[in-house]
């Protein structure tokens, strides 16, 4: 059903939505129990499959929480573009939606660089709901179950214009292989499937990946914005220390110009090693305050959970 019909029978159809005659029947049902709130009874149509394969997530996070480059910010622009003008191209100018009006976006980089974030703040600002496809739930060794899992997914997300998310996308999207036993013939298989489901999503998908060299080709060719979050440089890391270094904690000596400039890591990395500092100040340590020597010796204990080292100001460890 167009959103001309759909309008007729319900009234201003949000931005987005493309809507069934089945789902007009079961959303004049709903509209009484939302106080005829049409955006939030769409929302509530598409929930109910969503909530047993995935992950609900509420975006709490905005722009000012992200470091992001000047290219890196106009990619974001582009993304929030493309959803937003839609209707614009498609319908006002005319432009054929080959394959179709959805928004496929990648967002690759080591971890800790910022991608989930940069997910919930593009469902944010989108002012939609973001759901986190586990894959452990999607993927079934029964012949044909992930298929019907995923057709589950994608079509509860169109009906209620939701964000769907695919963490570590890879998992799914994998590059397909050499068919030596039937489970990759089924695997080859799943990931066909996806690649026709993509061409008829009209929703908008973001996938995460540590490994973009591990993502099949034939999915890049549908992604329509690539944005990469590699490790911050020092200028980037300094910015990010400041920024979790929150006006209101009690902060004492502290320089991280030299620990930015030194010590090459993910603001992930750098987000824990402030959070344990500040407990450990809260505890009592160097008079309650949080200072350099607490954010080196927290640093460091995330650097060994990685399994690396970094040296101190004067060639030594830090302690």
Same mark, same amino acid.
Request: aromatic share 6%.
């Given at each position: 059903?167009?959103a001309?019909?759909a309008?007729?029978a319900?009234?201003?159809?949000?931005?987005?939505h493309?809507?069934?005659?089945?789902q007009v029947d079961? *959303?004049?049902?709903?509209?009484?129990? /939302?106080?005829g709130?049409?955006? &939030?009874?769409?929302?509530?149509?598409? +929930?109910?499959? #969503?909530?047993?394969?995935?992950?609900r997530?509420?975006?709490r996070?905005?722009?000012?929480?992200?470091?992001l480059t000047?290219?890196?910010?106009?990619?974001?622009e582009?993304?929030?573009?493309?959803?937003?003008?839609?209707?614009?191209v498609?319908?006002?100018?005319?432009l054929?939606?080959v394959?179709?009006?959805?928004?496929?976006?990648?967002?690759?980089?080591p971890?800790?660089?910022?991608?989930?974030?940069?997910?919930?703040?593009?469902?944010?600002?989108l002012?939609?709901?973001?759901?986190?496809v586990d894959i452990?739930?999607?993927?079934?060794?029964?012949?044909?179950?992930?298929e019907?899992?995923?057709?589950a997914?994608f079509?509860a997300?169109?009906?209620?214009n939701?964000?769907?998310?695919?963490?570590e996308?890879?998992? *799914?999207?994998?590059?397909?292989?050499? /068919?030596?036993?039937?489970?990759? &013939?089924y695997a080859?298989?799943e990931? +066909?499937y996806? #690649?026709?489901r993509?061409?008829?999503?009209?929703?908008i998908?973001?996938?995460t990946?540590?490994?973009?060299?591990?993502?099949d080709?034939?999915?890049?060719?549908?992604?329509?914005?690539?944005?990469?979050?590699?490790?911050?440089?020092?200028?980037?890391r300094q910015?990010?220390?400041?920024?979790w270094?929150a006006?209101?904690a009690p902060?004492g000596?502290?320089d991280?110009?030299?620990?930015?400039?030194r010590?090459?890591?993910?603001?992930?990395?750098?987000?824990?090693?402030?959070?344990t500092?500040?407990?450990?100040?809260?505890?009592g340590?160097?008079?309650?305050l949080?200072?350099?020597d607490?954010l080196e010796?927290s640093?460091?204990?995330?650097l060994?959970?990685l399994?690396?080292?970094?040296?101190?100001?004067?060639?030594g460890?830090i302690p």
């Amino acid at each position: 059903m167009d959103a001309t019909e759909a309008e007729a029978a319900l009234g201003p159809v949000p931005e987005g939505h493309r809507l069934t005659a089945n789902q007009v029947d079961e *959303l004049r049902r709903i509209m009484p129990v /939302v106080d005829g709130d049409l955006s &939030r009874a769409i929302r509530r149509l598409g +929930a109910g499959p #969503l909530e047993l394969l995935t992950r609900r997530i509420r975006p709490r996070r905005t722009r000012a929480d992200l470091v992001l480059t000047a290219e890196q910010e106009e990619q974001f622009e582009e993304l929030l573009s493309r959803y937003r003008m839609r209707r614009v191209v498609y319908e006002d100018w005319g432009l054929a939606a080959v394959p179709s009006a959805g928004v496929v976006a990648l967002l690759s980089g080591p971890s800790g660089t910022g991608k989930t974030t940069a997910a919930e703040i593009v469902a944010g600002e989108l002012g939609l709901d973001l759901y986190l496809v586990d894959i452990s739930a999607v993927v079934s060794k029964y012949i044909g179950e992930t298929e019907k899992n995923l057709e589950a997914i994608f079509d509860a997300a169109a009906a209620g214009n939701h964000v769907l998310l695919f963490d570590e996308a890879d998992a *799914l999207f994998g590059a397909r292989t050499a /068919v030596t036993d039937a489970r990759d &013939r089924y695997a080859n298989i799943e990931v +066909a499937y996806l #690649l026709q489901r993509l061409e008829t999503f009209d929703g908008i998908l973001l996938m995460t990946t540590n490994l973009i060299g591990n993502i099949d080709q034939a999915f890049m060719r549908r992604v329509h914005v690539a944005i990469d979050f590699p490790v911050p440089v020092a200028a980037e890391r300094q910015r990010i220390w400041e920024r979790w270094l929150a006006e209101g904690a009690p902060i004492g000596d502290v320089d991280v110009t030299e620990l930015a400039r030194r010590v090459e890591v993910s603001g992930g990395v750098i987000r824990n090693a402030c959070l344990t500092a500040a407990f450990l100040a809260a505890a009592g340590h160097s008079d309650g305050l949080i200072t350099t020597d607490l954010l080196e010796r927290s640093l460091r204990r995330e650097l060994q959970k990685l399994g690396r080292l970094v040296d101190g100001p004067d060639g030594g460890p830090i302690p």
